[in-house]
């Protein structure tokens, strides 16, 4: 009939603009994997190789799914086929500026010493705003 005929010549666009878009994805993907890579190489200082190539790992199981659902998507035509190619691109991109920012501060991102010094920060600023409110709270009592 003709929707099938319509639906399987949507497919087969769909099919060959993914194949175009696929190739500048790929290329641009090594640099996202570098820009994640490389900071966190740098960033982790003591474990050897195995945390950084276990955290690399993860990195690129997280971009393989991305870019396995976009694709499908695009396929299906759930999103354009460029939006679904550089999907996986488009939000591991800003995890690698973040880790390139992280590394070139010499930030200890992936220690627990970084994290308990946050959690002190906060847990003084929560403190500190709660005793103002409280002082704010008696003064207008008291008029």
Known sequence: TLNNRIDRVDSNINKYAIEKFNNSAHAFACIVMFLIGAPVGAIIKRGGLGFPVLLSILFFIVFYVL???GTKWA?????????GV????????????????QARNDVRLFESDFYFVIYNRLKERLLWFKNNSNKEEQVIANQ
């Open 67 to 69: 870019s396995i659902i």
């Open 75 to 83: 396929k299906v035509g759930v999103m354009e086929p460029f939006w």
């Open 86 to 101: 550089w999907m996986a691109n488009f939000i591991l991109l800003p995890v690698g500026f973040f880790f390139l920012w």
